[in-house]
C-alpha cells in the first residue's frame, strides 16, 4: 500500500470512531437530541408513576444536599411498576454523564438532567483548595479577581491539572471560580446572559436566582452553581452558598 493510501485509511478510520467525522457542534447537537429524548421518557414515566401511586419516585436525600443534586430519580420504581421500559443510555446508571433529577417537586415536578463531569470537577477542585487553604494559614489559591468576591482559581498553586469540562448549554468551556471563603462554584454567567437573550425576557434589576433560567429554558440543572442577581444588564454571583 502507497504512503498516499495509508493516510486516507487512516483518516476514514479516525472519521469512524469520531462518529462519522462530526463536528463538535453537530456532536452537541446530538448529544442535545440524546438528553431531550432521555427527558421526555423519563418525564412521561414520572407523571404515570406520580399519577398511580400519589408519590414521586425519587431516592431518599439528605436535608443537607443541595437543590440541584438532590432529587434523583428511583429509576427501579420505575422499572418495577412498569411505567418504564429501560434506563436511558445517557443515564449515570447505564454508565452515561447524566444524572436524572426531579426539580420543582412540590408544584409541578420536572426531570432534568445533572451534568456529572461539571459536579466532578467542582468537587475535585474543592479537595484541592480545601487542602492548600489549611496548609497555607487561610490564604486562597487565587490568581485574578473575576467578580466582587470571586476569583479564578490556581491551578499551579494546588497542583491541579487543566480540564476542559464542556457547558451542557452551550458546548462551550466553564469556567471555575471561588469566592473569599475557598468555596468552589462552576460559572454560568455567560450560559444565563444567552438564555436571556433566548427567552427575551430581560430580568427585572436586582432580580435574584435567575440561575434558575437554565432550568426553565435548558435541559440540565446548573449543578455547583453559585446563586446569581441580575443587575446592570448581567448576572452576577453572589456571595452566598451553592444551590
Known sequence: ???????????????????????????????????????????????????????????????????YEKFKVNFEALLTNEVLSAIPANAFENGGTGVYLIVNEEIKPTVRLMHLPTAQRVNDLQRAVTMYIEKHAGQLPSKEQIYPGFFEISLEKIGARPVDIQSPYSGDSLSFIMDEQGNVFADYAPDIMKAVEKSGKKPADHTDQVQELLVTEGLFVPVKSPVYEWRENAPWPKKSVGI
Open 1 to 67: 500500500m502507497s504512503r498516499t493510501k495509508f493516510v486516507v485509511s487512516l483518516l476514514l478510520v479516525v472519521c469512524l470512531l469520531l462518529q462519522g467525522c462530526m463536528y463538535p457542534n453537530e456532536l452537541r447537537k446530538e448529544n442535545q437530541a440524546s438528553a431531550k429524548d432521555g427527558i421526555l421518557l423519563v418525564q412521561h414515566a414520572v407523571d404515570e408513576y406520580q399519577k398511580r401511586n400519589s408519590l414521586l419516585p425519587i431516592v431518599t436525600a439528605d436535608q443537607s444536599v443541595p437543590r
